[in-house]
């Protein structure tokens, strides 16, 4: 035992073991709990069905935040780019491929935007985005007129529905599928491909990975621009799974995402962060409301909950972070 | 013989309305040690790094091997054979030994994913060879923030050891080291020349300057003010030269 605590791997995945087994008491809760929810299936398709929409936009706001910054506009990135979505599809009777290229071309323009005014401008991440989230969504109202638009007819029935978020064996959410592949992808990129070794250094110490040659604003900006890129895809998922779009689309998203991110255990102060504890505060945020719901608790309790989850969560890091200093 | 490694030519930088170096002549010869000393605000860092091309000069020209060239970025200075040694401020605190010594250059595929086995069995004999960390403590997984401040110096010479440097720059080397961490630092820049590197290295520590270099350099408020070779001049009139200048800011010069 002693030697097992020791090991290396422990060592260098304390954050990792901690926020896995806080989920596993917590889905134990559940079980116990409810066990008339949790031994059957729905509750997990349900999970697997309304996830991954945030959970994209998690995973990719991982990289952001371990450049010590943050992006407060992805949740009107979401509803711009599917304004656009859904305007190309049913003005092309279906054309998925524009309507996703145009769509997902219009998010990395908005992550462009984003990393310029915060490199080459110097605005506060923090500030620039809650401009640009404004902006977008502002400009999602004037263009949609406060109109939804039903994407049904061009969409439903198709091979892109098919694939974005039918059920695989008629049991499992395709989104599910494409939020583990993804993650997966963005895990070995963010710990094994040079970029994300820049983006922990220049969230590290950007006075000193400037001097080590790395290209600091390059770095930032390619990670808003992927950012804008997942949040337009998250918000092609949300469409075919609603098969509408609603002008409000994404705003809901802000607080769960991030929430994710910090209680996945990825440091707020940058330079050190991970993937698999952002997906493990997906699983956590994801599952409270049905959860608390199930234990019989009212809903009242959710924000509650989820607020004593976070905090807590974000405490046990900084303590575990200023033993180590 | 002496070659002619850097030379520097009318070189001006400035940062806004602010004149950091104004007209600033200096050439660095082959197996050559250069101290550059002066006051804080003399203009010194901004010197090094434009030489290791953190910074671009506003005009002037810069040889390399007596070639002219135009550094643009550090990753380009490296290329040419110039490595910059910034103490610890050059090593990133919360990431993996192998990891800072490879930061900027990574080993990767052509997709750019890196070769983590190559580049810890490099780190290692950098760790081994080159520095000679016994301690069993280090490894090249561990993460820089638990190493010493001469540990940290230590990793620094032993990546531009490695990148087989023609010209390596010294920023602070001493500052904040140990008496004994200080001597090793020290012994590292005089080891430089058996190896026919050149090395131009700033130190506010004139006991240290003097022991370690051939030509000193003094700059003043973007100027070069003096420079004299060591077998000109001892060590109390270096100190001397310094106090001078900063009671009447100029510098006698005797014929």
Known sequence: MNNLLNSYFVKTHKLEISITI?????????????????????????????????????ISATFVVTLGEIDLSFPSIVGITSLIFGIIMTSTDGNFFIAFILATSLGMFAGLVN????????????????GTLFFWRGLVNVISQGSGIAIVDVADGTWHHMIFV???????????????????????????????????????????????GINVDNVKIIAFVQLGFFSALAGIFTMYEMLYFWPTQGEGLMLTTLAAVFVGGTSVFGGKGTIFGTFIGVLIIGSLESGIVALGLSGFYVKFINGLMITVAVTVYALIQRRKN | MVEELLKLQNIYKNFGNVKVLKDVNIKINKGEVVALIGDNGAGKSTLIKVITGVHSPNSGKVFFKEKEVQIKSVAQSRKMGIEAVYQERALCDQQELYRNIFAGREITNSFGFLDIKKQRKEAEKI???????????????????GLSGGEKQGVAFGRSLYFNSDLIVLDEPTMGLSIQETEKVLNFVKGLKNENKSAIFIDHNIIHVYGAADRFII???????????????????LVQKMIQLHESGKIKVED
């Open chain 1, 166 to 212: 039918e059920k695989l064996f008629g049991k499992i959410p395709m989104q599910f599928i494409w939020f583990i592949v993804l993650t997966g992808l963005m895990q070995w990129v963010y710990r094994y491909h040079k970029f994300g070794n820049h983006i922990h250094f220049v969230g590290d110490n950007k006075a000193s990975a400037q001097m080590m």
């Open chain 2, 127 to 145: 760790l081994r060879d080159y520095i000679g960390f016994t301690s069993k403590a280090i490894t090249v997984d561990s993460q820089v923030m």
């Open chain 1, 115 to 130: 990393g310029l005014l915060v490199t080459k401008i110097g605005i506060p991440s923090i500030v620039a985005t809650i």
């Open chain 2, 219 to 237: 700059l003043d408020r973007g100027e070069v003010v003096g420079e004299f070779n060591k077998e000109d001049i001892s060590r109390e009139e």
């Open chain 1, 22 to 58: 806080i989920a596993v008491v917590l889905f134990l809760i559940y079980f116990l709990g409810a066990p008339h929810v949790f031994t059957r299936f729905p509750i997990y398709r349900a999970f697997m069905q309304s996830m991954p929409f945030f959970g994209i936009i998690a």
